[in-house]
């Protein structure tokens, strides 16, 4: 009988096609890290180009579009390492550059994540995956730049972009790589069992109490735009939001860092989650409002998506279906009926609400994940403590939950003080928040630039700034001759 053929592209032959790598999971992780790429860009941008009031398309769709370059830089260049490298603290990592090629055709392998029992031998070997650390920096980075996006929507509509240049590097440095080191890299929460499966702590937690936190600091938006901030483009806005849906499924597609068995179920009860969320959200607008929102189901999405995302790969999926109930109903409750009763809640100005979709149903999810966390799940996902599950299974759940509340507690406390830190640093050399003028003309005043040439809006139409050609159209269109011109400054109203 002849031996079978192989073809030369499945054989390895070393240098770049290694005994290790293999093809399927290194094609899926590209594809789920460029789908979380897509979530930010084009995803949020264009969500928050659109949620918003008109004179604030701009900043806000540039506040999210810096973030994402920002983070890149800072995270090759130091931030990688300090999240995922070799111990330095038990909250962090070894500062180190990741631009090295030797370094980024070794094999993906997080170091500090190897577990020990007890009498000091291996419980849980370091986590690593069948493809090149250039896959896993990358699939890393854009989990940290979704983070600083998300966090951006709590201070949207008046916070200094130069202050928000400053803000991004700083807070990734400082909190963002404690999150994930102390979670995902091997420091204290992630050796004493601690379970986020994608990121509902490290991502949705932090970004939702930094965001609160980053609000209280620069203030509310003018009192016009706090009582009334509708979207610009309502379908623009929902592009966005699906962007953001379908993304998903490479945000917890691809956590198991394996085109396996996992990964599939984890994506399913992601999408069974966002749906129900959603419907759910959506009936108790129709039932106490007389209305269903659009904005109201994106608010549903979100969180059936954030609450899913710490237990998706852990979890059957009747637990992601009574999760789904759990988050369209309340961060309902928080945002719709809880905030109008807390003064705290009040006096802080939410831009996006924030705090509601992303930390409360963040905290939500890692409570589920103690309750729901399904042994043999555990078990395939290689969870550094051997013999875990959640309280709904009996044995020693109960003690998981106690992890999940004190993992959610330090992730808060942390973004509280460093988050407050650093918006002090940021003060003491420019303001945090746009002058007045800029606040009330918005993306004119703070970058020259609108997001619609629509005239007619109470644009300033200043002759110094647009070109002599503009100058005669404009003349012609309104019936001026040669010799008349307008004066500086003047306010069209069309």
């Not at 500062?95 to 419980?123: C, V, W």
């Not at 990121?199 to 109490?209: K, L, P």
């Not at 509310?220 to 623009?236: M, T």
């Not at 959603?278 to 929102?293: A, E, Q, R």
């Amino acid at each position: 009988m002849a031996t079978p053929v192989v073809q030369s592209a499945y054989n390895q032959t070393g240098g770049v096609s290694p005994d290790w790598l293999n093809k399927g999971d290194n094609a899926w992780q590209l594809t789920a890290s460029t789908l979380v790429g897509l979530q930010s860009m084009p995803g949020l941008v264009i969500l928050y180009g659109s949620i918003v009031k008109k004179k604030w398309a701009v900043n806000s769709a540039f506040m999210a579009l810096y973030a994402f370059a920002a983070t890149l830089l800072c995270w090759v260049t130091w931030a990688y390492k300090m999240s995922f490298g070799e111990q330095l603290l038990p909250i962090w990592g070894k500062a180190g550059t990741t631009l090295g090629y030797t370094f980024m055709l070794d094999q993906a392998r997080l170091p500090s994540t190897i577990h020990y029992y007890k009498n000091n031998t291996i419980e849980m070997p370091a986590s690593e995956g069948f493809y090149g650390m250039a896959d896993m920096v990358l699939y890393q980075f854009f989990f940290a730049a979704i983070t600083l996006v998300l966090l951006a929507g709590s201070v949207l509509g008046r916070m200094s972009f130069r202050a928000w240049m400053l803000f991004c590097p700083l807070w990734l440095t400082f909190s963002y790589t404690v999150g994930a080191f102390s979670v995902w890299g091997g420091g204290f929460l992630w050796q004493w069992g601690v379970i986020d499966y994608a990121g509902g702590y490290v991502i949705h937690v932090s970004s939702g109490v930094a965001g609160f936190v980053a609000a209280y600091w620069v203030g509310p938006r003018l009192a016009k735009d706090r009582e009334r901030f509708p979207p610009n483009n309502v379908l623009l806005m929902l592009t966005g939001a699906g962007l953001l849906w379908m993304g998903w499924s490479g945000f917890n597609g691809g956590a198991p860092f394996s085109a396996n068995l996992i990964s599939g179920l984890a994506v399913l009860n992601t999408h069974i989650c966002a749906a129900t969320s959603l419907l759910t959200w959506t009936t108790l607008d129709v039932i106490v409002f007389g209305k269903p929102s659009v904005i109201g189901a994106v608010q549903g999405m979100m969180t059936g998506l954030v609450m899913i995302t710490p237990a998706a790969g852990f979890v059957p999926g009747w637990a992601a279906l009574v999760m789904g109930i759990l988050a369209g109903s309340i961060p309902w409750w928080t945002m719709m009926c809880l905030h109008k009763r807390w003064s705290l809640l009040q006096r802080v100005d939410d831009t996006l609400g924030v705090f509601h979709t992303h930390a409360v149903a963040g905290c939500l999810g890692g409570l589920c994940v103690g309750l729901f966390a399904e042994p043999r799940l555990c078990e395939y996902m290689n969870h550094a403590v051997t013999n875990s599950n959640g309280l709904f299974y009996g044995g020693d759940g109960g003690m998981q939950v106690l992890k999940q509340v004190v993992g959610a507690a330090f992730i808060i406390g942390w973004n509280i003080v460093v988050t407050t830190l650093i918006m002090f640093a940021i003060r003491f050399v420019m303001p945090l928040r746009m002058s007045e003028e800029h606040l009330l003309v918005g993306d004119d005043a703070e970058h020259g630039e609108e997001a619609y040439a629509l005239w007619g809006d109470g644009e300033k139409f200043d002759v110094t700034r647009h070109i002599h050609s503009d100058l005669e159209m404009e003349q012609s269109r309104f019936g001026v001759r040669q010799s008349q011109t307008f004066a500086p400054n003047t306010i069209l109203h069309i």
